[in-house]
T-cell receptor
Framework: DTEVTQTPKHLVMGMTNKKSLKCEQHMGHRAMYWYKQKAKKPPELMFVYSYEKLSINESVPSRFSPECPNSSLLNLHLHALQPEDSALYLC???????????FGQGTRLTVV | GQQVMQIPQYQHVQEGEDFTTYCNSSTTLSNIQWYKQRPGGHPVFLIQLVKSGEVKKQKRLTFQFGEAKKNSSLHITATQTTDVGTYFCAGPSLDAGKSTFGDGTTLTVKP
């Protein structure tokens, strides 16, 4: 199994809503990542978990809250988002930190 | 902080022509990865280079890592319409910093 699965694929939420993005991998990878990608831009790193511990937080606003319940799962909890947070949110995993990464299909988020 | 630049930003070619994208880092890299993202899709891992001067080939794609481990290139021979997409390089600094993506090169291929 070489897949990273993300749900949902699309999400529309209001600025007062709370929602969660989910990511799952069964490749035994020890590093998992959340990226944000705006149109025509490269993926922008948000968070890195290594061995289930948060190792990098790229000064992301607190309205984004990551969680790693176990080595296969990664969540991103969203609360009180702004319209400018609308983007493609990508989850990725790699065997070790900073090695080749496998990306999920992403969640296309629209904040209204 | 580390900066990774890619040129050109856009490349339009006729099918059958060759294509090259260049990646330059402001810092020495421990490795470099290349990804392809189709329109509306997600980045897909192509290859990782680790050694100074390394060259790897995948069918019509040739990847090089510079001797100083600060630059890299991807060359596609005889492009096909299936090569359309944005090609990103990404790599962490030797100080084990986070991996930074280049801005990407978007390739369009005219049949």
């Amino acid at each position: 199994d070489t897949e990273v699965t993300q749900t949902p694929k699309h999400l529309v939420m209001g600025m007062t809503n709370k929602k969660s993005l989910k990511c799952e991998q069964h490749m035994g990878h020890r590093a998992m990542y959340w990226y944000k990608q705006k149109a025509k831009k490269p993926p922008e790193l948000m968070f890195v978990y290594s061995y289930e511990k948060l190792s990098i937080n790229e000064s992301v606003p607190s309205r984004f809250s990551p969680e790693c319940p176990n080595s296969s799962l990664l969540n991103l909890h969203l609360h009180a988002l702004q319209p400018e947070d609308s983007a493609l949110y990508l989850c990725a995993s790699s065997q070790d930190y900073n090695t080749e990464a496998f990306f999920g299909q992403g969640t296309r988020l629209t904040v209204v | 902080g580390q900066q990774v630049m890619q040129i050109p930003q856009y490349q339009h070619v006729q099918e059958g022509e060759d294509f090259t994208t260049y990646c330059n880092s402001s810092t020495t890299l421990s490795n470099i990865q290349w990804y392809k993202q189709r329109p509306g899709g997600h980045p897909v891992f192509l290859i990782q280079l680790v050694k100074s001067g390394e060259v790897k080939k995948q069918k019509r794609l040739t990847f090089q890592f510079g001797e100083a481990k600060k630059n890299s290139s991807l060359h596609i021979t005889a492009t096909q319409t299936t090569d359309v997409g944005t090609y990103f390089c990404a790599g962490p600094s030797l100080d084990a910093g986070k991996s930074t993506f280049g801005d990407g090169t978007t390739l369009t291929v005219k049949p």
